[in-house]
């Protein structure tokens, strides 16, 4: 962890293909654009209308990325926690900056989905702990 970074935990969706590429140390890259639209109850109308939204680059690495590819998929709830920056570039001979979130831990939203969880053999059960 770098002293003052800027730690984020958003919930949303994978609104895009998740794509994988080898780094150059060849370490597994992912990466997918994340969509997280916020939904308001309009009591005049009496119905859900969409509010504002935020879309973010997730990117992650190594196990993390082999895991998110082997396992979700665009349309996927999930909650993403890493660390968020702000990536500058230049698009049409004009300087962009862009939200990126470097992930530590993705999961799928489960108040959105059920899951059905398969443990690697070398991730060890916590043992209970007697009262």
Known sequence: MAWNETKLTVTGWINSDITTRKTAD??????????????RFD????????GKSLYLRVKC??????????????GDAVVVTGRAYTTRYEADGRQQSGLELEATSIGPDVSLCTVVIERPA??????????
């Not at 009591?43 to 969409?50: L, P, Y």
């Not at 059960?125 to 007697?130: D, G, K, L």
């Open 26 to 39: 060849g370490a597994t890259a992912a990466d997918f654009l994340l969509s997280a639209n916020e939904r």
């Open 43 to 50: 009591r005049e109308t009496k119905e859900w209308v969409a």
């Open 61 to 74: 690495y190594r196990k993390l990325a082999e895991r998110v590819a082997a396992t979700l998929a665009r």
């Open 122 to 131: 070398a991730i060890a059960v916590v043992p209970e702990v007697a009262a």
